[in-house]
């Protein structure tokens, strides 16, 4: 199988079902086939059509593949838990009936996270009871996908969320069994969060089950830092840059997947602001470029 590139729809704009200012689903999938990709993530549950036989049909006619799908809610909120097993499951069904494999679990972000984005050191923490219940939140989402519905489950870190740092990240990794909760690790949160993306793979390649590819503009980053921007502010200057102009070591990245055997998808997201100047068909088709010229 070797490993094998993909797309997401948040590489269009595309993070909330019902904003809109999305595209059109099937523009999504036209343009990520022109770009060059043969697989493609669901995107959140309810962008895409929810009838198997639609979206199976679609997704033929483009060429593309259903990779896995995200699970992109509040985990950190007790009080929206129902909201939150209703797009496991509604994640989960859409993903068994195109043989997809990956369940993305992220914490959505907080307005008690956003302002300290990128700085560990600031960020609030939960306290022992709020942390418990966080992790059994997850640790449940994990078990319903792995369990009741067969697939490959992974955390993934999220700046501005209250799963966004390296100690967060490996406090849960070891407080919930890893033939649940595998590792969806992406390269440009990692570095957003202020830590080393290529030094946490060489520690931990043996959980990573799937990976996001996102790079980091260090010039916009380090300005955001030095003076406390919040993270969508960030966004909208552009953190989230094209691949290979950043500050993630891509050719690193990609020796470590093929030491360790990895096979499988590796997904490129360069979340866009929709409200910008965004040329998305063109991007990807050039992030697809560049790691097709590092070996990828």
Request: overall charge negative.
């Amino acid at each position: 199988m070797g490993i094998q590139i993909g797309n997401a729809p948040c590489s269009w704009g595309v993070e909330f079902a019902q904003d809109p200012r999305n595209p059109p689903w099937r523009r999504v999938l036209s343009e990520c086939a022109e770009a060059g990709y043969k697989g493609i993530e669901l995107g959140p549950v309810g962008f895409m059509p929810e009838d198997p036989v639609e979206l199976g049909e679609a997704l033929a006619e483009f060429g593309l593949q259903l990779i896995g799908g995200v699970v992109f809610r509040p985990y950190h909120d007790p009080a929206a838990w129902e909201d939150v097993l209703d797009a496991t499951h509604r994640t989960c069904k859409a993903l068994r009936a195109h043989g997809a494999e990956h369940l993305v679990l992220i914490d959505s972000i907080s307005p008690r996270r956003a302002p300290t984005a990128g700085r560990a050191s600031e960020a609030e923490q939960m306290d022992t009871s709020e942390w418990q219940g966080f992790r059994d939140r997850i640790a449940e989402s994990a078990r319903i996908g792995a369990e009741e519905y067969g697939l490959t489950v992974g955390i993934h870190a999220h700046a501005a969320g209250f799963m966004d740092f390296e100690p967060e990240l490996e406090r849960l990794l070891d407080e919930v069994d890893d033939t649940l909760l595998k590792i969806c690790f992406d390269t440009g949160h990692h570095s957003y969060a202020g830590f080393d993306p290529v030094a946490f793979m060489k520690r931990h390649m043996g959980r990573i089950s799937y990976m996001h590819f996102k790079d980091i503009d260090p010039k916009v980053k380090a300005d955001v830092i030095a003076k406390r921007t919040g993270f969508y502010d960030a966004c909208g200057q552009g953190i989230f840059c094209k691949l290979g102009q950043g500050d993630v070591d891509f050719p690193a990245v990609r020796q470590l997947l093929l030491e360790a055997g990895f096979e499988g998808w590796c997904t490129v997201e360069q979340d866009i602001d929709p409200t910008q100047d965004v040329t998305p068909l063109a991007d990807n088709r050039d992030n697809r470029d560049y790691l097709q010229s590092i070996g990828f």
